[in-house]
């Protein structure tokens, strides 16, 4: 039986536009990875946002922690936080 | 603290003596810069100002990077400063100041095209525009993936 973990997502960038308190946290199966959280992620914002259409931005998007990058495959773990960081554009 | 790097993230304006001061050596005959400045159109919009968002953390640890990549490419003798303020800006506000020395100008202006070039591509840092009827835009960007 799969039991659930909170994590806090940090957004930045466009996602501010979506969540404007700049964090959001959701919860997830405990068997959870980076790719299972951007689903979750998606759909934590449809129900903020119901005239979100930008489907591609969480695909454009990656996940950190910490100071690094992590990976699509990476199990996440109960009270994590994570950033989602969109495309870039800084200078 | 490597005394040839700084890399500042800042809500303050950016003082531009600072970084000339930073990279003066006596034994450095360039100092090059390049000053991001905040303009008053962009594809045609009116823009009044920009916020500028950053994920400051891997910001810094990803300009670190970007600033080896520089002196191994470019000479150990290479002194680099880079800084980016956040927040919002008014148009003409300095957004980002880079200034690298080098004993000889092809290094140092070389180094100072790699890294606003990759500052741009690499860095977690947004902006959103201000225009002036009011309504604001998250700017696109390059994915970090």
Redesign the interface.
């Known amino acids: 039986m799969s039991s659930e973990i909170t994590i806090k997502v940090l957004v930045f960038g466009v996602f501010r536009k979506y969540i404007d308190k700049g964090n959001v946290t959701v919860r997830v199966n405990s068997d959870c990875s980076v790719d299972m959280l951007k689903k979750a992620l998606k759909d934590e914002i449809i129900k903020l946002n119901p005239q979100f259409e930008d489907v591609e931005l969480l695909d454009s998007s990656v996940f950190a922690k910490g100071n690094h990058i992590i990976s699509q495959n990476v199990l996440l773990t109960d009270n994590e936080e994570v950033c989602v960081l969109p495309p870039v554009n800084g200078g | 603290m490597d005394k040839n790097l700084k890399i500042l993230f800042t809500d303050k304006v950016i003082k531009l003596t600072d970084g000339f001061n930073f990279v003066a050596r006596d034994a450095h005959g360039a100092i090059t810069s390049f000053l991001?400045v905040v303009r008053s159109v962009n594809e045609g919009e009116s823009v009044i100002g920009i916020t500028?968002?950053?994920?400051v953390?891997?910001?810094?640890?990803i300009l670190q990077e970007i600033c080896v990549e520089s002196t191994n490419n470019y000479g150990k003798e290479i002194i680099q400063y880079i800084a980016?303020q956040v927040g919002y800006l008014p148009v003409g506000s300095i957004?980002?100041a880079i200034y690298v020395s080098s004993p000889h100008r092809k290094q140092a202006m070389s180094a100072c095209h790699y890294l606003?070039e990759n500052?741009?591509?690499?860095?977690?840092?947004?902006?959103?525009e201000h225009y002036l009827n009011g309504s604001t835009k998250?700017?696109?960007?390059?994915?970090?993936?």
Not at chain 2, 52 to 55: F, L, N, Q, R
Not at chain 2, 57 to 61: F, V
Not at chain 2, 120 to 125: D, N
């Open positions: 991001g500028y968002d950053a994920y953390r891997l910001a810094e640890k980016h957004t980002t606003i500052l741009k591509k690499r860095a977690p840092i947004w902006k959103q998250w700017l696109k960007g390059c994915c970090l993936a």
